[in-house]
């Protein structure tokens, strides 16, 4: 069982308070979190959250059907052993001189990000791409001198066609007097069994 | 037609069908109080401390299978409800909990008696709501009920603003409910079901272990049908005493820190367990290293995150209990087991931890049994935590399902008498006793003035031995006997009580207890016995912190019993 970060992708209401609830579930739930990046969705009240976990994989198994439980949580899957593609951004200020600043373009052309801001004694690069590419960047620019840095957290969609987390049409259970008996029987099959 | 928040709310919980609300009122709830009266069908009953409440309406559920209701206002009296309802939470029972808070435009600003409740509440309920409009209130009451009493149960919050009680809006109840993240799996993939009949039909040494689940799921047929048919023994946890009658050939009580040795061995030895409805925790299985080590686990609870939480699982089935046992069932062959029900029939006899040693003085183990004796077995018992709990599920035996009500996830002291208030409310043809210690009857004694006034006619057995028994039990066996801060002062238990209005007697003689029980059960009303009992017994068999279930330490040969010194 390795210790890895897993990607865990999930889509949730977009309701008020719903990224407390999942930060405060995993914090009380004593799970290592690397980031958590969440956004719009084309669907008008979902949210799609990407979350970072670090932990073997039954760990993380267990975050996820613990975070499956919140109940603006409509649907979270693992993504860590599908294809996909993950990107993260990052704005760095770098200390920049006339001299040094050549170097520094020659750099960021390279790893094919951008300078996006430019002073008399620092530049700013803006770089998109996996936490690989990222983290070589910055190692390579420290050398410089680092003065700021703000990075996102990872987003990652599967690569292909209809993937693991299908946005459902919200659909509407009826509820009848005998709870819990008359619900329509769920054929639902959860993927791991 | 337009109605007030507070009328809409009432109507609500009507539709719901709720009958009684645990409740107390408070500024931030004055409007709901005012709108009352104008709904006579939901009784109102006042407590005297919103913890009370909480455990009332947590009582209440257990007891009859519906939601239990309290009420509390903002600030403090929501604060008071944590307690109760991080105790729904752990053992998964249907509350619904309604706070006041201040109107809309103070929130956030720390105005009187505001205090976030809904963050506060977070890890402790199923969910919860802030109604920003009284709109919303109606699908929000619905939501609520829906999702305490579903799958899994538990407690849920809803938290409503003062002048949201007055906004006024459209009444109509919603048919349905519109919760794209809440599906309960409720019926198990058939696959696993087919799988877990085979394992089942091919084992040599199989047990059940069966918890609350059955009971909430009301499985008690489908349980005795795969029992009797694979001649299975069943063992329960212990808050799910009662889901198997204790009296039936196969039952061989409960596991655990305190469960039966032979409970605790014959789990140990088992190749197979079929885990149902319940979870694992860690008071069931001891150290879990060296749980059931040749045991394949077939394990069915309705909460998939339990499913592998805490003991590996072989044949994992995610479903309401009864929808699962009543397939699998069917695929059982009929079979015996003999030489393994032999085996653990011989450890029953070899390990007689449940004996009741002759002695003098009072045991609260006598006073238990004699309980059990006068009642023909046939009450709900509503425990307190601690010794006076083991020896309550130890020496009463529990036939009828939801007969045993006690705080085992969160273990609180004081939910005794408010629980056992709730349980009687809900079901007023049993007869109710709670079985108290000392220490925690006096965390909620004030709800005696509460069964007064409503007429709750509780009966109350204080096993009363000038400790907290349980946390010195433990500072004599792992502590060096040094007794810090446990021996315990108390008033005069039978004073109190009749201060309060209610008739009582003290006991410390072991050949008046049965007629004063027999006293307690004729009068027609609530009754407080005080017993008082030898003071430094302890609770056995005990698996010590850290040790396999199978090392249970038990209790010492029986011998002469000597007066103990303090």
Redesign the interface.
Same mark, same amino acid.
Not at chain 2, 175 to 187: A, C, H, I, Q, S
């Given at each position: 069982m390795s210790n890895t970060k897993h990607t865990l992708v999930a889509l949730v209401e977009d309701k008020p308070g719903v990224l407390n609830r999942v930060s405060s579930l995993l914090r009380r739930r004593n799970f290592n979190i690397d980031s958590i990046a969440v956004g719009h969705t084309e669907q008008p009240n979902l949210s799609r959250m990407t979350i970072i976990v670090e932990g073997d994989d039954a760990k993380v198994e267990q975050a996820r059907k613990q975070l499956d439980k919140v109940i603006e949580v409509v649907k979270i899957v693992d993504i860590t052993s599908n294809e996909s593609v993950a990107r993260e951004l990052a704005l760095v200020k770098v200390k920049a001189t006339a001299s040094s600043r050549n170097e520094i373009i020659q750099i960021v052309d390279i790893f094919r990000a951008n300078i996006v801001d430019v002073s008399s004694d620092s530049v700013m690069v803006e770089v998109t791409g996996d936490e690989n590419k990222v983290n070589s960047l910055l190692e390579l620019l420290r050398g410089f001198g680092i003065r700021e840095i703000a990075r996102t957290g990872r987003i990652a969609v599967t690569r292909g066609g209809a993937g693991p987390l299908q946005v459902e049409e919200p659909r509407e259970t009826k509820v009848s007097k005998q709870l819990p008996k008359a619900l329509p029987p769920e054929a639902d099959i959860p993927p791991d069994w | 037609m337009k109605k007030t928040g507070a009328q809409i709310l009432c109507e609500s919980l009507l539709k719901e069908g709720v009958e009684v609300i645990f409740g107390f009122p408070g500024g931030a709830v004055l409007p709901l109080y005012d709108t009352l009266p104008q709904y006579p069908k939901l009784r109102h009953i006042l407590v005297r401390h919103e913890q009370a409440a909480a455990h009332a309406a947590d009582g209440y559920a257990r007891a009859t299978g519906k939601a239990g209701v309290c009420l509390a206002t903002s600030g403090p009296g929501a604060t008071n409800l944590v307690t109760g309802i991080a105790n729904a939470c752990l053992d998964s029972s249907p509350v619904v909990a309604i706070t006041g808070q201040v109107a809309r435009p103070f929130i956030g600003k720390d105005a009187f008696q505001e205090i976030d409740i +809904?963050?506060i509440t /977070? #890890?402790i309920t $199923?969910?919860n709501y802030l109604v920003s409009d009284a709109k919303d209130l109606a699908t929000i009451v $619905?939501e609520a009920f829906?999702?305490a =009493? +579903?799958?899994r149960p538990g407690p849920v919050l809803i938290d409503i603003p003062r002048d949201v009680f007055q906004q006024e809006a459209e009444f109509t109840y919603p048919? $349905? !409910?519109? /919760? #794209?993240?809440?599906? *309960? +799996? /409720?019926?198990g993939?058939p696959a =696993?079901i087919k799988r877990a009949a085979e394992v089942i039909n091919a084992a040599e040494r199989p047990i059940i272990i069966a918890g609350r689940g059955v009971i909430i799921s009301r499985a008690f047929d489908a349980l005795k049908g795969l029992a009797e048919r694979a001649q299975i023994p069943v063992v329960t946890t212990l808050l799910g005493i009662g889901c198997f009658p204790e009296t039936h050939v196969l039952s061989f009580g409960w596991l655990g820190m305190h469960g039966m040795a032979y409970a605790n061995k014959a789990v140990h030895h088992s190749d197979v367990i079929v885990a149902i409805g319940m979870r694992f925790d860690d008071r069931a299985t001891g150290v879990v290293s060296h749980f059931a080590p040749k045991a394949r686990v077939i394990h069915i609870d309705i909460? *998939?995150?339990e499913i592998?939480?805490n003991v590996q699982v072989d044949v *994992?089935? !995610?479903g309401?209990v009864k929808n699962v046992l009543e397939v699998l069932n069917q695929q059982i062959v009929p079979r015996e087991h003999l030489d393994w029900f032999n085996q653990v029939d011989k450890w029953r006899d070899e390990h007689p931890a449940l004996e009741i040693r002759e002695c003098d003085s009072l045991l609260p183990q006598y006073v238990i049994r004699q309980i059990y004796e006068v009642t023909k077995g046939d009450a709900i018992i509503v425990t307190g935590v601690g010794q006076n709990q083991m020896w309550a599920a130890q020496f009463y035996f529990y036939d009828k399902p939801n007969s045993f009500i006690s705080s085992g996830g969160l273990g609180t002291m004081g939910f005794e008498l408010p629980g056992a208030m709730g349980a009687k409310v809900g079901q007023p043809d049993e007869t109710v006793w709670c079985i108290a210690g000392d220490g925690g009857f006096q965390m909620t004694i004030q709800e005696l003035a509460t069964v007064v006034q409503e007429n709750i006619a509780v009966k109350i057995a204080i096993i009363n031995n000038g400790f907290l028994g349980m946390v010195r039990q433990w500072q004599q066996l792992f502590y060096g006997r040094r007794y810090v801060h446990t021996p315990l002062s108390g008033p005069d238990f039978v004073k109190i009580a009749e201060a309060y209005g209610v008739p009582a007697m003290r006991v410390s003689d072991k050949k008046l207890v049965v007629s004063s029980i027999e006293k307690a059960m004729d009068h027609n009303g609530p009754f407080l016995l005080d017993f008082v009992v030898e003071p430094e017994e302890n609770v056995f068999p005990i698996v010590p912190p850290g040790a396999a279930l199978v090392d249970a330490m038990e209790m010492p040969i029986p011998e002469k019993v000597t007066r103990s010194s303090k």
């Open positions: - | +809904t963050g /977070l #890890p $199923k969910h $619905k829906y999702i =009493q +579903t799958g048919e $349905k !409910v519109n /919760l #794209p993240g809440y599906k *309960p +799996t /409720l019926f993939h =696993q909460d *998939p995150a592998g939480k *994992p089935i !995610v309401d």
